[in-house]
């Protein structure tokens, strides 16, 4: 059977797109990301439909796909009522085998957005959507796609704009895609389904373990690729699945069939979609597998009419007369899902107020969690609050990329900060990434050009030297070997703690935790309040909480020793007022050597946290780099350094850059860094409550957008963005940490 069984094959084509990734290296490593190649057909109305030029398959049905996937994906899976019905802050996880064009989603979007509409009590319920795609389709292809639905079905249009917006480069691993309005996160795993699946992590989470609730399987049909239905993909699903996870499909093929019920799924055909006389819904009846499976979808099916709000809960797809051993457990995990959320935290105190503590606030209030935020001095006081921070992707070769955490958390923080930046447009603030682009002269890079040809452009290109020169306004530097790094930006940190202490879950206050004080049921904060009014004097406050989370960079060694100490690395960054002339010849955009030097202009607010005027233009440079010094006082012997590193490495600058650097203005932070590079991003050891996200190095920007999602999911019992492994890798209890302190 075909998924295109239903549609006569027509044989003219539209046309036929080629991939966009040159991927020389692609056939070598298995994991480099392969594009879809689309074809097109006409559909029964005549409506032009994407095919897969690999498959030979339909992305969805030629009779009317979205009102296929909506029958099929959302109806089959109870979806309107076990929406409808979740409860404050419990968060539904669907898992999705083909992206495809993403009209699945789409689908499921809008039924959301509905739902939550006409249900106000939904407000701090989530969908999480874990997706899965081997063969992304090229961004042009999908927008030609997706404007098609736009038009025939415009109460997607907005939200096709938006996925378009956010679509990720066609690299492997987790791309997290958040609609934080709507309380939705995707996570598109590009790669096999298999080998993505595997890496779902159910170990981690200081709740239960995560589960799926309901199963989207959306592979071509079986004839035209097995790879979806294979044995690999159904163990993941049993691994994933928990008693009452559902799961639909199109297909009504004998190994689907078969495969469902060998993973414990209770099946039961029922009518398909359009001319498709039947199709499949399942639901986990046992882990280990249930011998009898007799009429119990009849059963639920007689309870689902007399109860109205009903959900397709555990008991309804039980029947009471030959299932003792299963009511039993149905109703017991029912009471322990109602412990599991009252167990969720609802209050977390966040300590240390640079980014990394900004960054956890965020996804924990995003979560409807309330925040407190404590800092002993001001928000960004330490090594966060330079007035720029430049954004760029420290290249990897692209086969490493799917387990590269730098190349992870900049995807991640690039789309963060531009939706930010819709926000602040919307707000007339400013923006907290100026889309700059950046210009790497590979001077440190420790990847060859010849590495990097196989990202996508939007990632990283070589331009010819012409406009490499145009572009930089660099004149005499051989600029033969150059990266362009398009999406690159500066990040503007004192913008992006106005947007987020702007949440109304978020509360600041300015304490100095001396102790924390863990029990079985909360977690107790004790600090001092130190009063700016000499009459007045300092304080001792007390705090209760659900959990903490240790955002104090190199400090967080003296609240609990369970963080390892880090190595301290002193950075001041310089930056001075150009005059025009100067201005007119200095690089015009943002250039990585062994240093990083960029031109901005001052915007309301950075004169709050650094020494600059309104509107004038700025040009920074830096930073320098002391091992083992924590002293944060300026040097202006750092502030030659700094101009020394550039005209080393740019000479022709040496006559435009002043050389009284005595006059410049400059900021010295601590980086906080492990011995093997990776941050702290976890809960310590042998605690239930209190968690670290720290030792960023200088690449806080870049990483703690990511890591506090990790954080917030692992704490709320959510898939985390991350495989098992490299969850490992940054876990503040790692062993190789422990081993270097002995
Ligand atoms: N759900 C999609 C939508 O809403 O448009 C349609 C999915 S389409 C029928 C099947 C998808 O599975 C294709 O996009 C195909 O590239 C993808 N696919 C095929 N084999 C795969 C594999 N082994 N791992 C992950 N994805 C795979």
Redesign the pocket.
């Known amino acids: 059977m075909s998924?295109s069984s239903s549609a006569p094959i027509n044989t003219d084509i539209a046309s036929s797109q080629p991939a966009h990734q040159s991927n020389s290296n692609s056939t070598k490593y298995s994991n480099i990301v392969k594009p879809?190649k689309i074809d097109w057909q006409s559909d029964d109305t005549g409506n032009q439909v994407p095919v897969?030029g690999?498959?030979g398959?339909v992305?969805?049905s030629h009779a009317d796909g979205l009102a296929e996937?909506r029958h099929v994906f959302l109806n089959c899976n109870q979806l309107p009522e076990r929406l409808a019905n979740l409860a404050p802050q419990q968060c539904f996880t669907v898992a999705?085998?083909?992206?495809?064009?993403?009209?699945?989603?789409l689908a499921l979007w809008q039924l959301w957005r509905q739902l939550r509409t006409a249900n106000p009590e939904l407000a701090t319920s989530r969908l999480h959507l874990i997706t899965?795609?081997?063969?992304p389709?090229p961004l042009e292809d999908l927008t030609q796609i997706l404007t098609l639905w736009g038009q025939r079905a415009p109460e997607l249009a907005e939200l096709i704009e938006q996925l378009l917006a956010a679509y990720p480069p066609l690299i492997t691993g987790c791309h997290r895609l958040d609609f934080i309005k709507d309380n939705l996160t995707v996570d598109i795993w590009l790669g096999?389904?298999?080998d993505s699946l595997a890496k779902l992590d159910t170990t981690a989470s200081s709740q239960p373990a995560p589960h799926i609730d309901a199963w989207?399987l959306?592979?071509?049909a079986p004839s035209c690729?097995e790879?979806?239905w294979a044995d690999a993909i159904f163990a993941q699903i049993q691994r994933l699945s928990s008693l009452g996870t559902t799961a639909a499909t199109y297909s009504c093929a004998g190994i689907v069939k078969r495969a469902l019920q060998d993973s414990g799924f209770e099946i039961k055909k029922v009518p398909g979609f359009g001319r498709k006389r039947e199709m499949l819904t399942a639901v986990m009846i046992d882990n280990v597998v249930s011998a009898d499976i007799s009429d119990k979808w009849a059963s639920r099916d007689k309870r689902a009419g007399s109860n109205k709000k009903h959900s397709f809960d555990r008991e309804n797809s039980f029947d009471n007369s030959n299932s003792n051993r299963s009511s039993v457990s149905s109703n017991a995990d029912k009471s322990k899902d109602e412990q599991i959320l009252s167990a969720k935290p609802t209050h977390v105190v966040v300590i240390g107020a640079g980014v990394s503590g900004l960054m956890t606030a965020w996804a924990l209030a995003n979560r409807g969690v309330k925040v407190t935020l404590l800092d002993k001095t001001a928000p960004l006081s330490g090594a966060s609050g330079n007035p720029r921070a430049l954004l760029a992707p420290k290249m990897t070769p692209i086969h490493h990329a799917d387990d590269h955490l730098h190349t992870i958390g900049y995807l991640y923080s690039s789309r963060f900060y531009r939706y930010l930046n819709e926000q602040a447009a919307i707000n007339n603030t400013p923006p907290i990434l100026e889309p700059t682009g950046a210009v790497d002269l590979l001077v440190k890079s420790n990847v060859s050009i010849k590495e990097i040809t196989d990202y996508p452009d939007e990632m990283a290109i070589t331009l010819p030297v012409t406009q490499a020169e145009d572009i930089t306004g660099l004149v005499a530097l051989d600029l033969t070997e150059n990266l362009y790094l398009p999406q690159s930006g500066l990040v503007n940190p004192q913008a992006l703690k106005n947007a987020i202490l702007k949440h109304p879950l978020i509360t600041f206050r300015r304490l100095e935790v001396t102790q924390i004080n863990e029990t079985e049921t909360n977690i107790g904060i004790i600090s001092s309040s130190y009063s700016d009014n000499e009459d007045e004097s300092d304080s001792t406050v007390t705090i209760e909480a659900d959990s903490v989370v240790i955002c104090a960079a190199y400090e967080g060694h003296q609240l609990d020793s369970r963080i390892v100490a880090c190595r301290t690395i002193r950075g001041q960054l310089s930056w001075f007022t150009p005059t025009a002339e100067q201005q007119a010849d200095l690089p015009k955009l943002p250039l990585k050597y062994s240093g990083y030097c960029a031109p901005f202009i001052a915007q309301t607010g950075d004169a709050n946290l650094n020494n600059m005027l309104e509107d004038q233009p700025q040009f920074l440079l830096g930073a320098s780099f002391v091992d083992g010094d924590k002293n944060i006082s300026i040097r202006s012997d750092e502030n030659q350094q700094n101009r020394d590193k550039l005209i080393r490495d740019i000479p022709e600058l040496d006559n435009i850059i002043p050389t009284d650097t005595s006059l410049w203005q400059a900021r010295a932070g601590i980086r906080t860094q492990t011995i093997d590079y990776h941050p702290l991003v976890g809960l310590l050891a042998q605690s239930k409550r209190l968690w670290t996200l720290s030792a960023m190095g200088a690449k806080g920007y870049a990483l703690a957008p990511i890591c506090a999602e990790i954080v917030a999911d692992m704490m709320l019992g959510a898939f985390p963005p991350l495989s098992t492994a490299m969850l490992a890798k940054i876990s503040p209890n790692r062993a190789r940490l422990q081993k270097a302190l002995g």
């Open positions: 998924k879809a897969s690999e498959f398959d992305y969805f996937s999705e085998l083909g992206f495809g064009t993403g009209l699945n989603l899965t795609e081997k063969h389709i096999d389904a298999a989207f959306d592979g071509f690729n790879s979806l």
